[in-house]
């Protein structure tokens, strides 16, 4: 072969691997570059847990103890335990004057402490609950503070429907209603009705207002309708405010409600009626009994039926620890046998209806626990549950449109309300 065609051989095979070796090096130019990107994209995901809190403080690396108050415990005690200084209990004591009274902590009431996790266990905080809603936040770390809070409640309107079988308070009791609703029920209809002599086969409706914390009962609201049958009479109750606070009114829009309450006590049991004449347990002899007593447990808080003015508080041979209170010109009430008189209560003072003035006990001449309940009209005394005070304010012309249309709603909802044939109705939730 001649040198000249080796040369235009050779040429042309150079000619031809550069050619095929162009595209090559594209294509992986182009597969591999994608592959770049993607690695240069990704992310490590984290998930950032959220840190558990009790009453707003952080507790997870903290050592939570809960207790309830021993009986004669102070928070002096409580926090000692707890490596909290003498010292700084004072200031707490002294910066908490305003906002709660640290020596109201009271026995079996459930408090926190929140705490170092070490051998110490030094408390940074401590948290008492007042009372189902509201609670006293102590804080002890490096700024010594009180702050007293309340958790969030939410109200549900709910509904129930019930058969008298015996009484009201054993009936409400077997459908699962608390004891602040029966002595809600009993003073809308305190002056319309006997609750002491109710009938078996009585039928009633209610819409009432049930207060929830963290899905909890801790308290009704108002309660929003009634309606009662009671001896085959049909009686309704609805509740309305035409500008000095809610008050309850019937279909007609009259007050149901008289300007002092029926009862001193929340509903309990009548043990001895007014009566001209009562054999006296004590005194072994007939005499007349210008009162009405209600048999209670002691401590069981006794109420003024309505406003007025305290005119004696103390302690006699017969009436033991008892309050006398004028109520107007025209109505004093008296409360005897208390087994003590309330903080605050004395000559002279101002009490608003439903205050608590005592106490229920045994002093003076009686053979155990109860209220004697004595009424006077006009001066001369009578009985004080047959009585006819005159009604609180009807609706006025002004409110009257409003009301009935108010009235007609809640008397819609009491209609949608299934009776019972028998005493096993269950709750039920309207919203």
């Known amino acids: 072969m001649s040198r000249k065609l080796l040369a235009v051989l050779t040429g042309i095979i150079i000619t031809a691997g550069i050619y095929f070796a162009i595209p090559a090096f594209h294509d992986s130019a182009e597969i591999e570059a994608p592959v770049q990107k993607a690695e240069a994209m990704v992310v490590t995901d984290s998930v950032i847990a959220e840190p558990k809190l009790l009453y707003g403080f952080e507790i997870d690396s ?15 005690e409580i926090l000692s335990n707890y490596n909290v200084s003498s010292e700084t209990i004072y200031h707490l004591a002294q910066r908490s004057k305003d906002i709660f009274d640290v020596r109201k902590i009271a026995t079996n009431k459930k408090y926190f402490l929140i705490c ?17 809603i509201e609670y006293v936040v102590f804080n002890l770390g490096d700024s010594v503070f009180v702050e007293k809070k309340a958790k969030e409640v939410k109200v549900m309107e709910r509904t129930v429907a019930g058969v008298i079988e015996s009484n009201l308070s054993m009936t409400m009791q077997s459908l699962g209603l608390s004891h602040e609703l029966t002595n ?9 009705v006997d609750f002491f002599g109710l009938q078996k086969g009585d ?24 309606y009662f049958q009671h001896y085959g009479t049909d009686m309704y109750a609805f509740v309305y405010d035409q500008g000095n606070g809610i008050d309850y009114f019937d279909e007609e829009g009259n007050s149901l409600r008289k300007a002092l309450l029926k009862y001193p006590l929340e509903f309990t049991r009548i043990s001895s009626r007014y009566s001209g004449s009562r054999y006296h347990p004590v005194q072994k002899r007939y005499k007349a009994h210008r009162g009405t007593d209600f048999a209670a447990p002691r401590g069981t808080p006794i109420r003024a039926v309505g406003d007025g003015i305290i005119l004696e508080a103390q302690y006699k041979k017969y009436n033991g620890n008892y309050v006398k209170l004028k109520h107007n010109s025209t109505y004093t009430t008296q409360y005897l046998h208390m087994s003590k008189i309330a903080s605050g209560v004395r000559s002279g003072t101002r009490v608003k209806q439903g205050q608590i003035i005592g106490y229920v006990g045994s002093t003076g001449l009686a053979t155990g626990n109860h209220l004697c309940y004595r009424f006077w009209k006009n001066g001369v005394q009578v009985d004080a549950l047959k009585v006819d005070l005159p009604p609180s304010e009807p609706i006025k012309e002004d409110a009257r449109e409003s009301y009935f249309i108010q009235r007609d709603d809640l008397m819609e909802q009491l209609d949608q309300i299934d009776m019972p044939e028998e005493n096993n109705q269950v709750v039920a939730s309207l919203k």
């Open 184 to 192: 809600e029920f009993v003073d809308v209809f305190g002056w319309q």
């Open 62 to 76: 903290k050592l939570v103890i809960e207790e309830k108050v021993k009986r004669n415990q102070n928070i002096s």
């Open 203 to 226: 039928k009633f409706k209610l819409i009432y207002e049930d207060k929830l914390v963290e899905d909890q009962s801790v308290g009704i609201g108002d309660i929003k309708a009634i």
């Open 116 to 132: 170092d996790q070490d051998s110490m266990k030094t408390a940074r905080a401590m948290v008492y609950e007042h009372n189902p």
